[in-house]
């Protein structure tokens, strides 16, 4: 070929990328990366030690926007996967606690979602990972032998690849569309909460056959070598491996990738790390020194490069907004003898934050969220307050969908675009934080009401934010909530106290 018509092609193509570029820049592939359990402190961007434990997520922060006062929800997995998924405050609705296995989908399939809002704006949406939404509608049991609906692909996803609940909850098996994978009809699948099945051994009853022991909980029925919450029987062949569950995972969300690039698509990637059983793959074992929590933390980071390596092979990096966050804040023992309170050394998972997983205090909520757009996105850092809920708003706008009207059942979402691009350094005006009950930022402030709950977790250490005073903090003079200074402004406490009460009274923010 001559070489001027090979630089007119070169040209042509070079124009039609930066047009098709400019198109597509208004919608950019969405990728949301939730981890579990994750805390604050545990990535290296953060402050996570030795350094390089976490290459991908160091280079997105590098590449991206790096939030150190970003919140799910609440303290725990369902609520905040509610708040996220349906742009309401969990605690405006009843049952959205820890669900067990078999509990029914609690998202109203016919309100606003984040999936539906993206899919009304034209995107392909996708869910790889953990649910624990619940499954099913009906009056009686769901039928994990046949058709489990309602769940992921009723409230707005086209294609849904999940596991029920968590890894520590009965069923342990993988729900494709709306089937259990691999499932032999004729070793059907039975699933129960209240009673063992007659016959099958128990961790309560044969800690000898675990190859991993509980610390707490945990003692019901045995899959492939673990005690489980929860009693199954039958589906073997359908049975997961828990060291092959985040492979399995980021297998079916690069695929998704593959199969979405034509875009613009929604990817909702909910990996099961860092979560109890941390039982990460050989290839991750002993590679971070402390133990399994720290070796899924490894596994968890190896996934995210797996998706990065996706969008970079497949042209879409530049245009394409990967968001990773966390569903709650870390907990270290949380009902496992998993070496992790043993080997966790002077690392801190909640980074400079009081609390954990379950807690009023920051690290109960205050997760590590950073976001990448190459095409829009100004790396660095914000401070800017931004919660989950505001995620089907703001991406919904930024999806070019119409903004919410009233009839929306995403009551709380607010539209944070700004503050996620990196154009706003201030974000939300106020959140509140669910750690059990209730407590509620405005800017540097932090007021947790007097509850009389326990202080520290017995179970997994945790402190847990209550008090039977009531608790004000200066996060800005003190983001650790060592020094309770009520005593000294009663007027912010007053003024906190009312907006808590009054956001709770509201139905709409
Ligand atoms: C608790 C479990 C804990 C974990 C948690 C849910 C016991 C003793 N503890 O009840 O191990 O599964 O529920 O975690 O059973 S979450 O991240 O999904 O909210
Ligand atoms: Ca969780």
Same mark, same amino acid.
């Given at each position: 070929?001559?070489? &001027? ?18 198109? &597509? ?18 990535? !290296? ?12 997520? =160091? ?51 016919? !309100?606003?979602?984040? *999936?539906? #809002? ?9 869910? &790889? ?45 993988? #729900? ?67 060291? =092959? ?36 793959? *050989? ?14 933390? /490894?596994?968890?980071?190896? &996934? ?19 968001? #990773? ?54 790396? !660095? ?44 350094? #201030? ?28 202080? /520290? ?34 007027? /912010? ?17």
């Amino acid at each position: 070929m001559n070489r &001027s018509i090979r630089l007119a092609i070169m040209r042509l193509v070079a124009l039609c990328g930066l047009v098709s570029a400019e198109a &597509s820049a208004a919608a950019p592939n969405i990728v949301f990366i939730y981890a579990d359990d994750l805390g604050f402190g545990d990535v !290296g961007c953060n402050g996570l030690k030795p350094p390089g434990l976490t290459p991908n997520l =160091d280079r997105l922060a590098r590449e991206g926007l790096n939030f150190t006062d970003a919140h799910a929800t609440s303290g725990t997995c369902t609520p905040s996967r509610y708040g996220l998924m349906t742009g309401a405050y969990p605690w405006r609705k009843q049952g959205t606690g820890i669900l067990p296995g078999d509990a029914k989908l609690i998202i109203d399939a016919k !309100g606003t979602t984040l *999936p539906k #809002v993206l899919k009304q704006a034209g995107y392909r949406t996708g869910a &790889s990972g953990k649910w624990h939404l619940g499954l099913g509608a009906g009056a009686g049991p769901i039928d994990w032998n046949g058709e489990i609906k309602p769940g992921p692909l009723e409230v707005g996803f086209d294609d849904g690849f999940i596991m029920a609940a968590t890894a520590d909850r009965v069923p342990c098996v993988f #729900v494709k569309g709306r089937r259990i994978v691999g499932l032999d009809p004729s070793d059907p699948i039975e699933v129960r909460y209240d009673r063992p099945f007659e016959g099958l051994p128990t961790g309560k009853a044969n800690p000898e056959l675990l190859r991993m022991q509980a610390s707490h909980g945990h003692d019901m029925a045995i899959v492939d070598g673990i005690g489980r919450i929860g009693y199954m029987k039958g589906g073997k062949a359908a049975l997961w491996h828990d060291e =092959d569950v985040a492979d399995t995972f980021t297998r079916e969300a690069v695929d998704f990738i593959k199969r979405s690039k034509a875009g613009p698509f929604f990817l909702y990637f909910a990996t099961h790390d860092v979560h109890v059983p941390r039982v990460p793959h *050989p290839r991750f074992v002993g590679k971070s020194g402390m133990g399994p929590r720290g070796d899924a933390i /490894v596994e968890f980071d190896a &996934s995210v490069g797996e998706v990065l390596k996706t969008l970079d092979e497949n042209g879409l990096t530049e245009n394409t907004l990967v968001v #990773v966050t966390s569903d709650n804040g870390p907990v270290v023992d949380d009902g496992y003898k998993d070496d992790a309170v043993e080997k966790l050394g002077d690392h801190k998972p909640a980074g400079p934050f009081r609390g954990g997983k379950y807690s009023k205090f920051e690290g109960g909520t205050r997760v590590p969220m950073i976001a990448r757009w190459p095409a829009r996105i100004k790396p !660095g850092v914000s401070k800017a307050l931004f919660s989950q809920v505001d995620f089907v708003a703001t991406l919904g706008a930024l999806a070019g969908a119409p903004a919410l009207g009233p009839e929306s059942t995403a009551v709380d979402s607010r539209n944070h675009l700004p503050a996620l691009l990196g154009d706003d350094p #201030v974000g939300r005006e106020s959140l509140i934080e669910q750690g059990g009950t209730l407590a509620v930022r405005r800017g540097k402030w932090k007021f947790i009401p007097a509850s009389n709950g326990r202080k /520290v977790s017995v179970n997994t250490n945790v402190e847990l934010g209550n008090d039977p005073a009531p608790q004000l903090y200066d996060l800005e003079a003190d983001p650790g909530e060592t020094r309770n200074v009520a005593a000294d402004r009663p007027d /912010v406490l007053d003024q906190l106290r009312k907006l808590l009460a009054e956001t709770q009274a509201r139905s709409k923010q």
